[in-house]
């Protein structure tokens, strides 16, 4: 039983990672090059927005960062993530 919670938690914690790489090319990217078309930003965009649209959402609810010119909601979302990353091998 111990194996199947390892393989599972290793399999999350990648997952996590991968995710945490999407949003770190999502932040960086537009900086360097044009994404209008690229492949790899949308990549980006299709697998980090899941994790953001919730935190996105509670925002516009509660009228938080509104005025901001950072992305809170992206902010929130990558800490959330690595709180989550950092505490899945204590579960």
Do not use: H, W
Request: charged share 15%.
């Amino acid at each position: 039983m111990e194996e199947v919670l390892y393989i599972l938690a290793k399999s999350v914690e990648i997952y996590l990672a991968a995710v945490m790489l999407a949003m770190m090319v999502r932040a960086i990217f537009p900086l360097l090059a044009d994404t209008e078309g690229n492949v790899i930003y949308g990549l980006a965009c299709i697998l980090s927005e899941p994790f953001i649209l919730p935190f996105r959402y509670i925002f516009a609810k509660f009228n938080i960062g509104q005025d901001s010119p950072l992305d809170l909601a992206f902010l929130v979302t990558y800490l959330f993530l690595m709180a989550a990353r950092t505490l899945l091998p204590a579960i």
